[in-house]
């Protein structure tokens, strides 16, 4: 019979907070795959546990298929990221439906995810949210998912290494201007928690001067109602999407950005910019 893969959050920062089931998972494990074995080790010290380890770290190339056939041909494993709820924002992710789709079964052990931990104390709407996590690396594919959030309405919860946040606050300034409101959390549960709720152009200027230290997540409020476009005609939309594809971004990408915050879809601004393109 196949054993079972283990979805086991682990604390975000403080050790104090795992919870009873997590280190008992852990325990009754056969073995672990972890994001990074060196993380994982401590937590396990920290728990008085030694077991067999793989990590999963760009499992694609090398890792995930041993661990699928370790759990058919009956061991259970728990799989782990290095903090907080794996698959989010994580390798892990393509591990859980490779094994859903081979009949293993998945069990959750949940604890504390950063984005939501974070959302919960930003002071932000907590109502509708939308998590995009970490931002592209390649500037072009950045700048269009950002024009991508241009009308967005909902909160928007985006994770940051320290030394890329003063670029991504850059960028966000560009594309929301300096007075869109947003919560910098960083080290949540560690011993330099901070929560800072302020507004991007003076988080740009405060890290213009000082030093980013530690893992941030970026709680920006949605854009506001005298911001979103319902009055843009078609035309109007369908301009703004080619000003886009001027400026490097490609048609359909230009023509999808164009219509957020509009009535329109992305293949109606498609279609006019195309008209007006022949026109």
């Known amino acids: ?12 920062g403080n050790l104090d907070d795992m919870p009873p089931r997590v280190a008992a998972t852990f325990g009754a ?17 920290f728990l008085g546990l030694k077991k067999p380890m793989v990590s999963y770290y760009e499992h694609a190339l090398q890792k995930g298929e041993g ?15 290095d903090a907080g709820m794996p698959c989010v924002s994580d390798p892990g992710e393509v591990i859980v439906r490779d094994a859903l ?11 504390a995810s950063a984005c939501v931990t974070a959302l919960a104390v930003s002071g932000q709407d907590t109502s509708r949210w939308v998590f995009e996590g970490f931002l592209p690396v390649n500037k072009k594919q950045k700048r269009e998912r950002l024009a991508e959030l241009q009308g967005e309405k909902r909160t928007v919860i985006f994770y940051e290494a320290p030394h890329k946040l003063r670029t991504t606050l850059d960028d966000l300034v560009t594309a929301f201007g300096t007075e ?7 080290e949540l ?4 928690e901070e929560i800072w709720k302020t507004t991007l152009g003076e988080a740009q200027t405060h890290y213009a001067e000082n030093e980013p230290r530690g893992e941030y997540v970026l709680v920006m409020a949605g854009a506001p109602a005298a911001e979103t476009e319902e ?10 999407a080619l000003d886009l594809t001027s400026e490097g971004y490609g048609p359909t990408a230009a023509a999808k950005a164009a219509a957020q915050g509009t009535p329109y879809s992305k293949s109606e601004v498609y279609k006019q910019m195309l008209a007006m393109q022949n026109n």
């Not at 869109?180 to 960083?186: D, E, P, Q």
């Open 1 to 12: 019979m196949a054993g079972t893969l283990y979805i086991v959050a682990t604390p975000i």
């Open 29 to 45: 494990a056969d073995f672990i795959a972890a994001e990074d074995t060196r993380v994982t080790m401590k937590l396990l010290n």
């Open 67 to 81: 661990i699928l056939r370790r759990i058919e041909a009956g061991e259970n494993c728990a799989l782990c990221s």
């Open 101 to 111: 789709a081979r009949g293993i079964k998945v069990v959750p052990v949940p604890a």
């Open 180 to 186: 869109r409101s947003i919560t910098l959390c960083r």
């Open 189 to 192: 549960t560690k011993l330099h």
């Open 231 to 240: 009055s843009l005609t078609l035309e109007q939309a369908a301009q703004r």
